[in-house]
């Protein structure tokens, strides 16, 4: 429980912060900043970006014996559109800005899920 709720506040919350915010007219400028802040620097202290976030919490949720297939997937995505941002088309910037905001859904759906379950256990 506790590695889906670290996952769930240190990647899936800081992965999307700033960009799950902007306006659906934002300027490219703004996407590019808000994901630069959100993918770049995940972490602040210490600095991290969203792989290498992902890299420390992997372990613990592997370990609890959580499949990590599809959050894989999703942060190398993000991690290849992170270090081609400067390149990226608006539609691929719009679209990096669902993905992100989409791995925070998926984190918190993994986390509520399991409390659920440890709530269902409990009460038997």
Excluded: F
């Excluded at 970006?49 to 992997?58: H, P």
């Amino acid at each position: 429980m506790e590695a889906l709720s670290r996952a769930r506040h240190d990647l899936g919350k800081y992965v999307a912060c700033a960009s799950r915010c902007l306006p659906d007219d934002a300027s490219e400028t703004d996407l590019r900043d808000a994901l630069r802040a959100d993918l770049c620097s995940t972490r602040s202290s210490p600095p991290s970006n969203c792989g290498e976030v992902w890299a420390g919490l992997r372990p613990d949720l592997i370990a609890t014996g959580v499949s990590v297939s599809a959050i894989d997937a999703a942060v190398a995505l993000l991690v290849s559109r992170a270090e081609a941002l400067d390149q990226l088309a608006r539609a691929e910037l719009l679209d990096t800005v669902v993905r992100a905001v989409a791995l925070g859904d998926v984190l918190r759906a993994m986390h509520r899920a399991a409390l659920a379950q440890v709530d269902s256990e409990a009460a038997l």
